[in-house]
Structures are given as structure tokens and as C-alpha cells.
């Protein structure tokens, strides 16, 4: 079965942090590499953060120092910590492999208030 569960999303000033997590079954996760995306309201659905199977990252330019993506490959699980929130971070974030196949979950939404 096919399973992408995002949670964690809220509402926050700017300046505050979220914590983000996905729950992937197996046969999404496996060696898999993984990825945070967003979409913001009338904006293409963008790759923030990518986390290979052994821990090696990567992140948008835009992200950079502020997020902190992980996985704990034993839960089948992915995590995206969000500090110095921006309102420009505003958007529905989901996960995905990496690169994205074309099964979304629903997204969890992020909004950040000036």
C-alpha cells in the first residue's frame, strides 16, 4: 500500500520554528532518497530538502541554514525542522521521494505571519 502522511504544519510568527513529519510505507521509503517540498499559493511545487538513505543532505538556497531535514530509516519516517520561519515560507508542504513519483499525500499547510 501507498502511504504519504504529512503533520506538524500550523500556524506561526515569524521568527518561529515547526517540525514537519512524514510517514512513508516501505515501499515508497526502501534506500529511497527523500524530499521536503512546498507549494505557495500560485507557485510551481518546489524541492526544499533532500535526504539521501545514509544521511547526506542537500537544500534550496532559500532554506539553507534555517531547515534541517532527516529520516530515521527504521520507522520509515522523514522529519524537516523549520527555525527562523519566514512569511515567504508560507506554503502546503509534502514529501516525496526524491526525485518526486507522481503519488502526493495531502500536504500539511504552513502558514507564517509577518
Known amino acids: 500500500q501507498v502511504r504519504l502522511v504529512e503533520s506538524g504544519g500550523g500556524l506561526v510568527q515569524a521568527g518561529g520554528s515547526l517540525t514537519l513529519s512524514c510517514a512513508a510505507s516501505g515501499s515508497i521509503f526502501r534506500t529511497n532518497a527523500m524530499g521536503w517540498y512546498r507549494q505557495a499559493p500560485g507557485k510551481q511545487r518546489e524541492l526544499v530538502a533532500s535526504?539521501?538513505?545514509?544521511?547526506?543532505?542537500n537544500y534550496a538556497d532559500s532554506v539553507r541554514g534555517r531547515f534541517t531535514i532527516s529520516r530515521d530509516n527504521a520507522k520509515n519516517m522523514v522529519y524537516l525542522q523549520m527555525n527562523s520561519l519566514k512569511p515567504e515560507d508560507t506554503a502546503v508542504y509534502y514529501c516525496n521521494t526524491s526525485p518526486a513519483r507522481s503519488y502526493w499525500g495531502q500536504g500539511t499547510q504552513v502558514t507564517v505571519s509577518s
Open positions: 535526504v539521501l538513505y545514509y544521511g547526506i543532505t
